[in-house]
């Protein structure tokens, strides 16, 4: 039974004073549903929704109590700057608890972290010390400036109890202020709130008296820190089970959230929110390590993604709650999923990040695998007439249309040409780091056997063959292609386009070019398979930087994977000919040549052109004919799946 299967995940725990009905946290993040900075009808019904399904604790978005600190300057994401927060708070808290569920404010302040860049709003921090991701460098605060903030956060607290809110968590990680302070990384101050460790303490002991004083002790206070900076000179998990112990003790928190890093170094600001292949349960180690010096519930975080994962970590005492939140994000309904009250296996996250990526951009989140996050709760419609349906390719496009198809109560049947599923995404899912990524095709193949589609694999459709099935409905969602381009010069030299390469074609060369032109992850890919191969390999883009189109956390990733591999990354340069063993490179800025010798291999990824030819010339037909995806052209996975989810909710 689920019940004992999750017993631990599944059993309430006691937090200061309130009880939460699990172990499920889905943990602070600004998904990009606020309006003019406050709780609206979008936010709440995200936060309703997992609620309704049955989250144990939620907290939302790090939320500024102080100009000082803010986030970013878009109207999206809950400011807690002065009393408009508070009739929004209480809508969301109504909302929340009307489900069942406990809901905490995260009080934030972003140390320097974030430019901001505007006039009349410096970033404020312990130290002067500049971002390495942006450059910002931040006001050194004054004691008096302190105290400004320390009041500031009080008083936000004091909103967030108006607001009906369970409590508040201070956001002491990522390298926001309590940390700033905290680590002699950031901290060089020479006053009492600089130097021994007593003193580096002193800025979140002082806040957490006032917070706790400003909250009293019917609401809860939390505290996120990170179990370890991982950088060289600066807070170890050591250092931190002293910390966490000396502030357990002052009897003032209710809980810790642990996690890691430091918002200050591209690394730090990449690897905290890690994406695949990044094992599973990457911090947890630290919430245990600090659960033991400490006797406080503690929380773990980190690609903890499968509910079975999750139950081992509470039942082997590694952490009391457990964060599931970009698992949340892909599918909402994974406690109804374990406690088998819905059908449907779950759709378990993949670490893509596109979910990250789009919040790095300033957008609201979107996810790779699920296309309803803006729309949270609302069920599919089941069909008013069962029509036929055939869906004609395979890939993430064509399999979520026919997923939906079916689940609506039409007849759907499936075809493709190849002798796998999956389309260009089961290609670059079979790189040795990009495995996790066939996930989203296997969920979804795993998902039309048990509603009984049939998938015709090796089934190459002309349009004749198209006409004889006798569909009422047709959905052309055939992909695109990749090709080689030509290049000046006496054409004797092996190329090979990255699909090629990925479908298993042999090479024998011992220096190979790579020119990954097309963005996306597929030049990457093939970079990577050739050097598994021990085939020395320079990736070349005319963009500004390789993977200059990737989210800073998957770059940083791949970045990491390929140069510990010595792959050479040449940024702002295209082919200018290719004659026997030498290739001349020209930069695209000032025209300069360079040349690259004892090349045996070129692998062209320029990007795809879509497969179009079935989706003109259906006029006269008999048939409805849609058409998704990169057919019409080339763009994304979470696009192509956006796309299907879009038709198939609407024939």
Not at 12 to 34: D, K, M, T, Y
Not at 431 to 451: K, M
Request: charged share 20%; net charge negative; aromatic share 4%.
């Amino acid at each position: 039974s689920p019940m004992s299967a999750f017993k631990h995940l599944l059993s309430p725990l006691q937090i200061g004073p309130i009880e939460v009905r699990n172990r499920v946290l889905v943990s602070a993040h600004v998904p990009g549903f606020a309006k003019d900075n406050k709780p609206a009808e979008q936010y709440i019904a995200y936060h309703r929704n997992y609620a309704h399904n049955g989250v144990g604790l939620q907290i939302t978005g790090g939320t500024p109590v102080h100009e000082s600190g803010l986030l970013g300057v878009n109207s999206d994401a809950l400011w807690n700057l002065n009393n408009d927060i508070v009739p929004g708070y209480r809508a969301l808290s109504d909302a929340v608890h009307a489900k069942g569920g406990r809901i905490l404010a995260q009080l934030a302040h972003s140390g320097g972290t974030v430019l901001i860049n505007q006039p009349g709003l410096e970033s404020w921090a312990a130290s002067p010390v500049r971002s390495e991701i942006n450059g910002n460098i931040a006001h050194e605060m004054s004691p008096a400036e302190i105290h400004e903030v320390i009041d500031a956060h009080a008083q936000g607290a004091k909103r967030a109890a108006a607001g009906g809110m369970d409590g508040v968590e201070i956001l002491g990680a990522f390298g926001f202020l309590p940390q700033a302070f905290l680590s002699p990384l950031t901290n060089h101050r020479t006053d009492k709130y600089g130097g021994a460790l007593k003193n580096r303490l002193r800025f979140l002991m002082e806040l957490l008296e006032a917070v706790r004083g400003a909250l009293g002790r019917d609401h809860v206070l939390g505290l996120r820190l990170p179990g370890d900076e991982f950088e060289p000179g600066a807070l170890d998990l050591e250092q931190m089970k002293i910390i966490c112990k000396q502030i357990a003790d002052t009897g003032l928190i209710d809980y810790l959230n642990i996690i890691a890093h430091t918002n200050i170094t591209h690394l730090g600001r990449s690897r905290h929110w890690a994406p695949t292949p990044t094992r599973h349960g990457i911090f947890v180690h630290l919430a245990g390590a600090i659960r033991e010096v400490v006797n406080l519930p503690v929380f773990a975080v980190g690609r903890i993604v499968d509910p079975a994962h999750a139950e081992h970590i509470i039942a082997h005492g590694q952490a009391d709650m457990v964060g599931m939140t970009r698992a949340h994000i892909c599918d909402p309904q994974i406690l109804p999923k374990i406690r088998g009250h819905l059908e449907a296996s779950i759709r378990i996250c993949v670490g893509a990040n596109v979910c990250i990526a789009n919040r790095y951009a300033g957008k609201p989140i979107r996810c790779i695998q699920n296309p309803t996050v803006a729309t949270p709760g609302v069920a599919l419609s089941p069909t008013k007439t069962s029509k036929k349906v055939s869906v004609i390719g395979a890939g993430p496009a064509g399999l979520e249309c026919a997923r939906i198809c079916a689940e609506r109560g039409h007849t759907v049947q499936v075809f493709d040409a190849a002798n796998r599923p999956g389309g260009q995404l089961a290609l670059w899912a079979s790189a040795p780091s990009t495995g996790e990524l066939a996930r989203i095709i296997d969920w979804r193949v795993d998902e039309l056997e048990r509603l009984g589609v049939p998938l015709m694999l090796n089934r190459p459709m002309a349009r004749q063959n198209i006409v004889d099935l006798d569909a009422e409905v047709v959905v052309i969602a055939t992909g695109a292609l990749d090709a080689c381009r030509s290049f000046a010069g006496d054409g004797s030299m092996q190329m090979i386009s990255a699909h090629e390469l990925l479908c298993g074609a042999p090479v024998s060369a011992a220096k190979t070019l790579v020119l990954s032109e097309g963005r996306g992850q597929a030049g990457l890919v093939a970079g990577e398979v050739l050097l598994h191969q021990g085939i020395a390999t320079e990736i070349v883009t005319s963009d500004i930087a390789v993977a200059a189109d990737l989210d800073p956390t998957n770059r940083a990733a791949w970045y990491h994977r390929l140069g510990e591999r010595n792959c050479i990354f040449t940024a702002a340069h295209v082919v200018e000919s290719v004659n026997a063993d030498t290739v001349v490179l020209r930069n695209v800025f000032d025209d300069r040549l360079s040349k690259r010798e004892g090349i045996h291999l070129i692998v062209d990824w320029s990007g795809c052109r879509a497969n179009d030819e079935l989706i003109h010339g259906w006029d006269d037909a008999a048939v409805e004919i849609f058409s998704i995806g990169d057919c019409r052209a080339p763009r994304t996975v979470e696009v192509a799946i956006s796309e299907a989810s879009a038709l198939a909710n609407r024939i």
